[in-house]
């Protein structure tokens, strides 16, 4: 009987991890596609002569891309500017906002206003974004009047559906090509 539970236990572990492992691999080929598959083109690519994506001849050229690079003013900022950013902004971010966690957890007296001072600058961008969003996309806003400007379709209802400021944002080609026909599927 313990030999038949035993058993039943790795089988059911042995499934359990086979099962985890059919639920990660969809993120798992696409970090490898997209990841590495992306860095590894680019550091072939980074050994070659090759300018634009429609080039068709590429010619090896060695690390005359990086002695360029490394001789360039403009890479030794930048090559500042970012090793600025990793040793003294982001260890102070980092240690600010634990300092600034641990602080509004505590009871303290005023702990409500200081939450709420602290929360406000994240409420407001968002309130922020909507209102701009409204100001450019009514049917009196500007993209509106800039479309009439030009001479162009200018009736579009841009804002008439819960999800048209999604398709503002991913450029659905409907909204842009059929005018006057925004909100209809």
Not at 55 to 76: C, P, T
Not at 130 to 147: H, K, M, P, Q, S
Not at 161 to 175: D, K, T
Request: charged share 10%; with cysteine.
């Amino acid at each position: 009987m313990r030999r038949w539970l035993r058993h039943s236990t790795r089988s059911l572990k042995r499934q359990e991890t086979l099962t985890g492992y059919v639920f990660i691999a969809p993120y798992l080929l696409s970090t490898l596609v997209f990841s590495v598959g992306c860095f590894s083109y680019a550091l072939v690519m980074s050994f070659t002569d090759q300018r634009q994506l429609i080039e068709r001849s590429v010619h090896f050229n060695g690390l005359a891309n990086y002695q360029a690079a490394l001789s360039s003013q403009a890479f030794q900022q930048a090559l500042a500017n970012i090793t600025w950013a990793l040793v003294i902004v982001i260890p102070g971010q980092l240690i600010g906002g634990l300092g600034l966690a641990l602080l509004i957890n505590r009871r303290l007296r005023g702990i409500h206003l200081l939450r709420s001072l602290i929360y406000t600058p994240a409420v407001v961008s968002t309130v922020s974004f909507g209102l701009i969003a409204l100001l450019l996309f009514l049917r009196t806003g500007y993209v509106n009047r800039t479309l009439a400007a030009l001479g162009l379709p200018s009736d579009t209802v841009w804002m008439n559906e819960a999800r048209s400021i999604f398709e503002i944002i991913n450029g659905s080609p409907r909204r842009w090509t059929t005018p006057g026909c925004a909100g209809q599927a």
